[in-house]
């Protein structure tokens, strides 16, 4: 059977793009195998299908992994892997009525992004708060290591803009 | 009622509205997602990823308690304080359909 990889860079809130990419995938006859290291994704050649590809992201279902995976098959969703936090799942387009995803209102989709955020940027945030600035305060001010702080400065310009984007992200998504 | 309970679920979702009807006997997950089909004759499917997040949310909310595992199928039951929310909530939907009425 014919194989291919490909690599690919989805940020942490592009679960959407991603989606759609392994659904394109998939109709020209690429079928998701898996997902390894920084985004190689493997497929294998089957034939051309509409299959649906959703993403979750749960860590108390994968905490729970056999009843969060049991939910979901009940429900015709193939449970896949688990990547970076996210869940992969999907299903065939043919045994859907109509257009189905893993989430059926806005408040779930919201709530979802919400646990994204807080798995993903509590950690960067806790580095930052507790290690990045006092260590630039340290350098700056008490060991006069100029070129020891201009390194840190660069990375906290870094996170900053990293913490700003997602909060615009944010804003906008709960917008729509 | 728990003041903080009561501004996070009245008004709430229909998912929310259908998982405590539902609880009122014990069930699970999935069987809330048929019981639902059935009582809108396939109008509401509800999703898996809503289900799981809500169920979660709501038994930490405590409106909600797990009561025991079958087949990996966690099955939960309505607590007293989701029974109160439920009827709060009943109450604010039924004042809204009078006042409807009355002014149509």
């Not at chain 1, 809130?13 to 290291?37: A, I």
């Not at chain 2, 509401?44 to 405590?62: H, N, V």
Request: aromatic fraction near 16%; include cysteine.
């Amino acid at each position: 059977m014919k194989t291919k990889k490909q690599f690919k860079w989805f940020t942490i809130f592009e679960y959407e793009k991603e989606q759609e990419y392994l659904r394109y995938m998939h109709k020209c006859g690429w079928r998701f195998v898996t997902v390894r290291g920084l985004g190689m994704y493997h497929f294998e050649e089957c034939e051309p299908e509409d299959v649906v590809y959703q993403l979750d992201y749960n860590q108390e279902g994968l905490k729970n992994k056999e009843e969060y995976v049991q939910m979901f098959s009940d429900c015709g969703w193939t449970y896949l892997q688990e990547y970076a936090g996210y869940s992969y799942f999907r299903k065939s387009a043919s045994h859907m009525n109509g257009d189905e995803e893993i989430f059926c209102d806005e408040a779930s989709r919201i709530q979802m992004m919400e646990r994204v955020f807080k798995g993903r940027l509590t950690p960067l945030f806790i580095l930052f708060t507790c290690v990045l600035l006092p260590q630039f305060l340290l350098n700056l001010f008490a060991f006069h290591n100029y070129l020891a702080a201009s390194f840190l400065a660069g990375i906290i310009i870094i996170y900053i803009s990293l913490f700003v984007f997602c909060a615009v992200k944010y804003r906008d998504i709960k917008k729509t | 009622m728990d003041q903080h309970i009561k501004k996070v679920y009245v008004p709430m979702t229909e998912t929310a509205f259908y998982i405590l009807l539902c609880l009122r006997k014990p069930n699970h997950g999935y069987g809330i997602v048929q019981a639902v089909e059935k009582m809108t004759d396939g109008a509401i499917r509800l999703a898996p990823g809503t289900m799981y997040g809500s169920l979660s949310k709501m038994e930490k909310d405590k409106i909600i308690r797990f009561i025991r595992e079958e087949d990996k199928r966690k099955i939960y039951i309505i607590t007293d304080l989701g029974t109160e929310v439920l009827q709060a909530e009943l109450r604010r939907i039924e004042r809204l359909y009078k006042i409807a009425q009355e002014e149509m």
